[in-house]
């Protein structure tokens, strides 16, 4: 997907702060935070939305996930976030789950 920004930053054609990295899956500071941590967790293959994902890949997402929370220090509290379609609030058609932490996370979160 030539055209997709989170394709583009995994195969670094744009520049991230990146967090972490291995053969499948990038994570990396979100330019524009609602939170004091603010991280988006990407597969570097194009899926357009969760409804893309595989078992395996969805299984080592949150892994990676849980690697990142911890490197962090933030098992105390955290928000876990994937929006899904227009209505869901995805802006970006590149499946990537938002890691948020360091502030109170209201409820609901709409």
């Known amino acids: 997907m030539s055209e997709c920004l989170f394709c583009k930053?995994?195969?670094?054609?744009i520049e991230a702060k990146f967090v972490y990295e291995d053969?499948?899956?990038v994570a990396?500071?979100?330019?524009?935070?609602?939170?004091?941590?603010?991280?988006?967790?990407?597969?570097?293959v194009?899926?357009?939305?969760?409804?893309g994902i595989d078992g395996n890949l969805g299984e080592k997402m949150l892994q990676v996930i849980k690697k990142i929370v911890v490197s962090e220090?933030?098992?105390k509290g955290f928000r876990l976030v994937t929006n899904t379609g227009e209505h869901g609030g995805?802006?970006?058609?590149?499946l990537h789950w938002h890691i948020l932490s360091g502030r109170h996370m209201g409820?609901?979160?709409g």
């Open 28 to 44: 990396f500071r979100d330019v524009n935070p609602v939170a004091p941590t603010h991280i988006l967790v990407i597969p570097k």
């Open 107 to 109: 409820w609901p979160p």
């Open 9 to 13: 930053i995994a195969e670094k054609k």
């Open 90 to 94: 995805q802006t970006v058609y590149h």
């Open 46 to 51: 194009h899926i357009e939305n969760i409804l």
């Open 73 to 75: 220090k933030i098992e």
């Open 23 to 25: 053969k499948e899956i």
